[in-house]
């Protein structure tokens, strides 16, 4: 049985920091390529990150990058999602996802193309 936990969300007030964590445990967790999507209020559930089971492949969407950093550490079987320069719009359920890839440098952004899914963390960022 494998298991997707996120953690770290909270309240931050517009132009400040969070760093969010996803453990992924049950196999062989380190051979997971890892992603992030979020859900706002009344919106659908959109791709934010993801990264390779490697490590070598990162992807974002637009509106977050140069502010949002993708990471793993594979030792700890964690990946993590430092969040800065945050503002009103990236309030939403932060979702982790992990599927295993066909190879180690793939990363998908599509989220019919995750298996395991975590239960969500709030952020809020308030003006």
């Known amino acids: 049985q494998v298991q997707v936990v996120e953690s770290g969300g909270g309240l931050v007030q517009t132009g400040g920091s969070l760093r969010l964590s996803c453990a992924v445990s049950?196999?062989?967790?380190?051979?997971?390529?890892t992603a992030w999507f979020r859900q706002a209020p009344g919106h659908e559930r959109e791709f934010v990150a993801t990264?390779?089971?490697?490590?070598?492949?990162?992807k974002y969407t637009d509106s977050v990058k140069g502010r949002f950093t993708i990471s793993r550490d594979n030792t700890k079987d964690t990946v993590y999602l430092q969040m800065n320069t945050l503002n009103v719009g990236d309030t939403a359920v932060y979702y982790c996802a992990a599927t295993t890839p066909r190879a180690r440098n793939i990363a998908p952004t599509a989220q019919s193309s995750y298996d395991y899914w975590g239960q969500g963390t709030q952020v809020t960022v308030s003006s």
């Open positions: 049950g196999r062989t967790s380190s051979s997971y390529a």
């Open positions: 990264i390779s089971w490697s490590g070598l492949t990162t």
